[in-house]
Every structure is written in C-alpha cells, then in structure tokens.
C-alpha cells in the first residue's frame, strides 16, 4: 500500500527557492535582456524560462536528493520511467510565458511535490505583485503578500443564486469559448488575467469564484494549484466535472479544466457542457 511522508517542513525552503528563481526571472524582465523561442509545440520560451528552470531544477536536486524533478523545460520523459516514481517534484519555471513576452506582468513561478499521483504541496509565487501562495496536505492554504506576514486563506462561499458569479479567463482567449459555455440564467462577470496559476489563486483566496480554461495546459500549470485550492475549500476538475490526473498518462497534457471555490453551487446547471 503506498505510503505518504510528511514533507511540510520543506517548506519554507521550496517558497524560498520559489521566490529566487521568480526574482531571477524578474531581473531578466525588467532589464528586458531575454530572447524569445518556439518549441516544437508550438509554444513560446524564452531563456528566462530556461534560466530559472535551471536554477530550481539545482537547488531541488541539492534539497532532496532522492526526489526526481518533472519540470515543463525537461518532460521528454516516458511513462514508463516516470512510473516507477511514487514522489517527484513538478515544476513550471514561468507559467505565462506569452504574459512576459507581451510585458502584463501575469506570470509566476509554480512548485508542486507529487506524491503517489496527487499533488501534496503547492507554491506559487507572482514576481511581479510580490505574492507567495502556498499549501501543504492537510495543513490549509496560504498567502504570503509582498514584504507581509502569512495569511490563511479560503474559497467564497455562495449565498444563493441571485449572487453574481465572478469568473477569471485567459487575457488572450477569445471571450466567445467562454460566455458559450455559460448558461444564460446565471449572472457573471469575467475578470482577465495571464498566468494559468495566478488566476486559480484567486478562486483560492475568493476574489473570484472559478476560472475556466479552455485550451492546452500541462500538469505543471495546475499541481500546485490544485493543492492550494482544496486546502483552501475549492476544487479543480475537467469540464466533465470529473477529477484531473497526474503522471497516469503518457501525454502531460490535461484536458480543458474549471478551478471551483464553491463546489456546493449547481455547477451543472451553470456550465454547459460540450466536451
């Protein structure tokens, strides 16, 4: 039967590694001395990307030797190898790499630890805002903002259906994807936003009561927010409301996905379903 290790007392070193490489990234943003990349996926990276996955992949092989790292800079890795591991670090160095290219200031840097297949911890952290999120198993979801002291945060709960539902999108995603997937009998707003993580933190500490996303992401982008989310009394699910999955596939990829804060609204009834 596999077995969970409590591993929280990392930490304080994972937030602190999280904030060196986003201030890495920082510096090369504001100096704007980067250059811009597509992979064969069609995707951008820029040698920020490459820099701070470097620097976290270092300073996580030194804290944890015996614990492998995924990061999304380095996922050429089969299933059949990854299988073999019951806990690995999994790690986007710049979630909102388009963010940082088109200047928005929307990116972050995400550490998650998976362990047998589910992220047990989770931080994200915005270099721009100065804002640390971060949460362990068990153990509630927080946030650190700039130059302040932790604070515990959790999801908005719904008084009833008269209640506007705030919804944060993709800034570059056509608006038409989304509204299409709302029913017309609940009132919403859409709040913009770049980086994948930065926008389920808001639905974890209730700025906004879900995120939709609709288009390609990997288990990177959504790990450690998974993590924060459920400590924080949401969830973070496929479209068909059904849960994600982690390293149980050969493809990284996840399917289209909605961050929940209130999971007790009739989100059946609010989504319309079309995948």
Same mark, same amino acid.
């Given at each position: 039967m596999p077995t969970t290790k409590d591993l929280s007392y990392l930490l304080p070193e994972v937030v602190e590694i999280a904030r060196s490489a986003g201030q890495l990234v920082l510096d090369i943003y504001e100096n704007k001395e980067y250059e811009a990349y597509t992979k064969s996926d069609e995707t951008p990276v820029t040698s920020a990307?490459?820099?701070?996955?470097k620097f976290i992949n270092e300073r996580l092989s030194e804290l944890t030797p015996d614990i492998p790292?995924?990061?999304?800079? $380095? /996922?050429?890795?089969?299933?059949?190898?990854?299988?073999?591991?019951?806990?690995?670090? =999994?790690v986007d160095p710049l979630d909102g790499t388009q963010e940082f290219i088109a200047r928005s200031g929307d990116f972050a840097t995400i550490i998650a630890l998976i362990e047998n297949n589910k992220p047990v911890m989770g931080v994200v952290y915005g270099p721009v805002s100065g804002v640390t999120y971060y949460a362990y198993q068990g153990k509630g979801a927080w946030k650190i903002p700039d130059m302040s002291e932790s604070v515990a945060i959790s999801t908005h709960k719904h008084g009833g259906e008269s209640e506007s539902i705030a919804i944060a999108i993709s800034r570059r995603q056509d608006i038409n994807r989304i509204t299409q997937r709302m029913s017309s009998h609940w009132n919403y707003e859409l709040v913009p936003l770049g980086s $994948? /993580?930065?926008?389920?933190?808001?639905?974890?500490?209730?700025?906004?009561?879900?995120? =939709?996303?609709l288009g390609p992401t990997g288990e990177w982008d959504t790990a450690a927010t998974q993590c924060i989310v459920e400590e924080a009394g949401g969830r973070i699910l496929n479209t068909q409301l059904g849960p994600l999955s982690y390293n149980e596939r050969e493809t990284l990829e996840n399917p289209n996905f909605i961050v929940l804060g209130d999971e007790s609204l009739p989100w059946k009834d609010i989504l319309i379903v079309k995948d």
């Open positions: 990307d490459i820099a701070a996955h790292v995924l990061s999304e800079e $380095a /996922a050429d890795i089969s299933l059949a190898q990854r299988s073999q591991w019951s806990r690995y670090w =999994l $994948a /993580a930065l926008k389920a933190c808001l639905v974890a500490e209730g700025a906004v009561d879900c995120y =939709l996303r």
